[in-house]
């Protein structure tokens, strides 16, 4: 249960850092200095910058199956922006966890609807941007980055910018869970592969429960487990993943290499009992 704000932390908040820069740049290390060049006394947490370059999807899975491990009060810049430049907005939204600062491009939806969104705005307020005309190819040092500072200082999010009805952002949803009319056969897809290579499915694990089961997926039937090493090394199974949803795993290996799976493949559920 989400504590009332009166009970959060006094800022300075954390800000954690979502984006698809990698580390063999300087681009991350930038975006800290332009937040530490607001309150140096602002703590910053690395959530990944592996995201595959300019994957929206993959940072919006990211995103919404971590806010729920950081503190009450956390500032989440989420920085996957192939339209940086463009006129797609860049945003602050208010969450009944913290807030979200970012793109306006489906990359934060996932998170505002895993935690409430209260209240959003635009960023227009030049005042607390970096310098008031920001480069064309870099909104998270120049935007981003120093609106994420200000409000983890304090700052209200209505001072940053102009309301937005939360209506009018762009939501990447995912696609709806297809249930068969005798309840038995539950058809998602696949909407994530980490490193490991584990897929990870639209169906949640909590339409599981009490429930044996197997899965099937590119004409594949896997075995339902509770661990990667209920099946022989090797040898793929379907798992309750820790994030929520069904997962698709091979033991010591990747079920996306050994079942070829992509993203937006069909994954059915069949319940057996």
């Not at 910053?44 to 729920?68: E, K, M, S, W, Y």
């Not at 503190?71 to 907005?89: K, Q, W, Y």
């Not at 995912?174 to 490991?196: C, H, K, M, N």
């Not at 499915?201 to 039937?221: F, K, M, Q």
Request: net charge negative; proline share 8%.
């Amino acid at each position: 249960m989400t504590l009332p704000l009166t009970a959060w932390p006094n800022p300075p908040h954390s800000i954690a850092i979502l984006s698809d820069f990698g580390q063999a740049d300087g681009y991350v290390g930038i975006l800290k200095g332009a937040i530490a060049s607001v309150n140096t006394a602002v703590p910053i947490l690395d959530l990944t910058h592996d995201i595959p370059p300019q994957d929206v999807r993959a940072g919006r899975f990211v995103l919404a199956n971590a806010i729920d491990y950081f503190p009450l009060g956390t500032v989440f810049l989420a920085v996957v922006d192939p339209g940086v430049g463009s006129l797609r907005r860049p945003l602050a939204v208010a969450i009944d966890r913290g807030w979200l600062v970012g793109p306006d491009n489906g990359l934060l939806s996932g998170a505002w609807a895993r935690s409430t969104a209260q209240s959003a705005v635009i960023l227009n307020r030049r005042s607390f941007w970096r310098v008031p005309n920001p480069s064309h190819t870099f909104h998270g040092r120049d935007l981003f980055a120093p609106v994420a500072a200000h409000l983890a200082s304090g700052v209200p999010i209505e001072s940053l910018g102009e309301p937005i009805a939360l209506e009018a952002l762009v939501n990447l949803s995912l696609p709806p869970l297809e249930i068969s009319a005798d309840g038995q056969t539950l058809v998602g897809e696949v909407q994530y592969i980490d490193r490991f290579g584990n897929a990870v499915s639209t169906v949640p694990n909590e339409a599981l429960v009490g429930r044996s089961w197997r899965a099937r997926v590119t004409d594949h039937w896997l075995p339902a487990g509770s661990a990667y090493s209920h099946v022989p090394l090797g040898h793929c199974l379907a798992l309750e993943g820790s994030h929520g949803w069904v997962e698709l795993a091979c033991y010591g290996g990747s079920a996306a290499a050994a079942l070829g799976l992509q993203r937006g493949d069909r994954v059915v559920v069949e319940l057996l009992s």
